[in-house]
């Protein structure tokens, strides 16, 4: 069946460095991927998309990569803050529906 | 410019019991989605619904529900409450139906207990 996961569920880096979380997804007909931010006692936030005809995207210190042919999708933050502290989530986009991983924990130490 | 708000923000309920949670989509947005987060996990599509129709469903049971009303306000019933009904129940509004996150905006949830 359709799945979207996240290799790990917590990854803990220092403040100033970047961070790497990862995803593999099943479905290859998704047309788009998408990462969520979110924080404690809130809901998804949007981070960024790419298109499944994209390799690489990036918009303000996250750049998203998709390795379609290991289906794998990564989100790369640049110098970690503080407040990059939240649970991440790959969704993917198929037949009207977003369908979301399990989602890694992101703790950055100071 | 008030974002989407959901209505009540805990509950708790018995199994067997029934629940309707609420939501208010951001002024202008026609299309609703409810989600389901239990803990530790992502969250799983139940319904969307765009012009006060039903245009989307997940692999939930028939004991889930929903409307959307005329101004958009949209309600989630679920019937028989079981004790894995248990979870943060998110509302999200976006504009319309097509690429539903370049729009949508996520409300805070309610979160439903069932002893």
């Known amino acids: 069946g359709e799945s979207v996961g996240l290799h790990l569920p917590t990854l803990s880096v220092q403040e100033g460095d970047n961070s790497i979380i990862n995803c593999a997804y099943s479905n290859s007909a998704s047309d788009y991927f998408i990462w969520y931010k979110q924080e404690s006692g809130k809901g998804p936030q949007f981070i960024i998309d790419i298109r499944s005809n994209m390799d690489k995207r990036q918009g303000q210190r996250v750049t998203v990569l998709l390795n379609k042919t290991v289906k794998h999708l990564s989100l790369q933050i640049a110098a970690t803050q503080p407040g990059d502290s939240a649970v991440y989530f790959c969704a993917d986009f198929n037949t009207g529906k977003l369908i979301f991983g399990q989602g890694t924990t992101l703790q950055v130490k100071p | 410019d008030a974002g989407v708000t959901q209505s009540p923000t805990h509950l708790i309920k018995t199994r067997g019991q029934h629940v309707t949670l609420r939501c208010s989509p951001i002024s202008g947005h026609k299309s609703v989605s409810w989600y389901q987060q239990v803990l530790g996990q992502g969250p799983q599509f139940i319904f969307q619904y765009y012009e006060k129709e039903e245009r989307g469903r997940g692999n939930f049971p028939d004991r889930f529900s929903a409307r959307q009303f005329p101004n958009y306000s949209s309600e989630l019933n679920v019937n028989a409450l079981l004790l894995g009904d248990s979870a943060l129940y998110l509302c999200?509004?976006?504009?319309?139906?097509?690429?539903?996150?370049?729009?949508?905006?996520f409300g805070p949830g309610t979160r439903l207990l069932v002893l």
């Open positions: 999200a509004s976006s504009l319309d139906i097509d690429r539903v996150w370049e729009t949508q905006y």
